[in-house]
């Protein structure tokens, strides 16, 4: 069982940036390939990152490629997504993933969930 917490969300003027940053309680956490996710009302649970075990491979969404970057640290067990030039569209509930196997971008390949945390961009 790996639980994670997100946190680092919030409410962020277009053009402006956040850090969100997501906690895994195991030290296995270096053996889970992590994603990000996201979540708009009325709207199904999109891919928005990806990032191998060891961090030397990275997958976006084509909406984020360039403003967005994901990152790992495995010391701390802590995956990171950092997000520049927030556009309103961006708002969602973000969610980090773990998982073992599978394709990077579909939310069936991910073992475990965090809570979630918010995202608000105002235009």
């Known amino acids: 069982q790996v639980q994670l917490v997100e946190s680092g969300g919030g409410l962020v003027q277009a053009g402006g940036s956040l850090r969100l940053s997501c906690a895994a309680s195991?030290?296995?956490?270096?053996?889970?390939?992590m994603g990000w996710f996201r979540q708009a009302p009325g709207k199904e649970r999109e891919f928005v990152a990806g990032i191998s075990w060891n961090g030397v491979s990275t997958y976006y969404a084509d909406s984020v490629k360039g403003r967005f970057t994901i990152s790992r640290d495995n010391a701390k067990n802590t995956v990171y997504l950092h997000m520049n030039s927030l556009k309103p569209e961006d708002t969602a509930v973000y969610y980090c993933a773990a998982r073992r196997a599978g394709n990077v971008y579909y939310t069936e390949s991910y073992d475990y969930w965090g809570q979630g945390t918010q995202v608000t961009v105002s235009s």
């Open positions: 195991r030290r296995t956490f270096s053996s889970y390939a």
